[in-house]
């Protein structure tokens, strides 16, 4: 299964996003992650379809969307409009997650899913052969800089025997407090879609993202 880099541009410079997104791509990030938080569902509140419809042509990656917002079916639509290939949503933020996936396809997305540290991996086995990507969150989704919670190691590897268990191969996405330092370890355990913010976008974003797809590519 290939290995995939998603840089999320939470942590990017805004007065110079266009920039940075190509240094990425050029650089072998496949996916471009976006983090959608209402305020509600998270505490925080960050952006929405007009940023992601605002960077179509910059590249052509990936438009990876986390829809980190209370009854995602609602904008399911208007992300389809501004761009989004991948559209995941909460577990825990839909009232009924059969209908939210059957919309995503219904618009031609890729669908996925994700859950927060707290919530089982089980619960995901009901919608198992439903998803294209699961996300799973190694810290608490809201803010970005926290520190990876280890425990998340055990989730990947219990989602990806789940999926080889029914023949499935779903990528497994990790967001939260991913660093050079402990990719490996997240790989390992069966990931196999990355997203990195402050890893890739503080300091040299070409050496940043060098230095994950050099750890990546030994995977292949």
């Known amino acids: 299964m290939k290995r995939m880099l998603a840089p999320s541009i939470l942590s990017a410079d805004f007065k110079v996003l266009g920039e940075q997104i190509r240094t990425t791509s050029e650089n072998g990030a496949e996916y471009l992650h976006f983090d959608v938080m209402d305020g509600m569902f998270v505490p925080s509140i960050s952006f929405g379809m007009p940023v992601l419809k605002s960077i179509q042509g910059v590249s052509s990656q990936v438009m990876d ?16 409009e501004a761009g989004a290939d991948f ?7 839909c009232e009924d997650i059969q209908a939210a996936l059957d919309k995503i396809h219904a618009y031609g997305m890729k669908a996925g899913v994700s859950i927060k540290p707290a919530t089982p991996v089980e619960s995901l086995l009901p919608i198992l052969d439903q998803v294209e990507m699961f996300l799973i969150m190694s810290v608490e989704p809201g803010f970005g800089g926290q520190a990876f919670i280890p425990e998340s190691l055990d989730k990947i590897k219990t989602l990806r025997a789940m999926l080889d268990e029914k023949g499935l191969n779903a990528n497994i996405e990790v967001d939260g407090g991913i660093y050079h330092s402990n990719v490996k370890d997240v790989l390992d355990a069966g990931a196999n879609v990355i997203v990195a913010g402050s890893a890739v976008f503080k300091g040299s974003i070409g050496e940043n993202v060098n230095g994950f797809m050099e750890i990546l590519r030994a995977y292949e």
């Open 65 to 80: 969307v986390h829809l980190m917002v209370m009854d995602p079916i609602r904008y399911v639509e208007a992300f389809h």
């Open 87 to 93: 559209l995941t949503v909460h577990l825990e933020a």
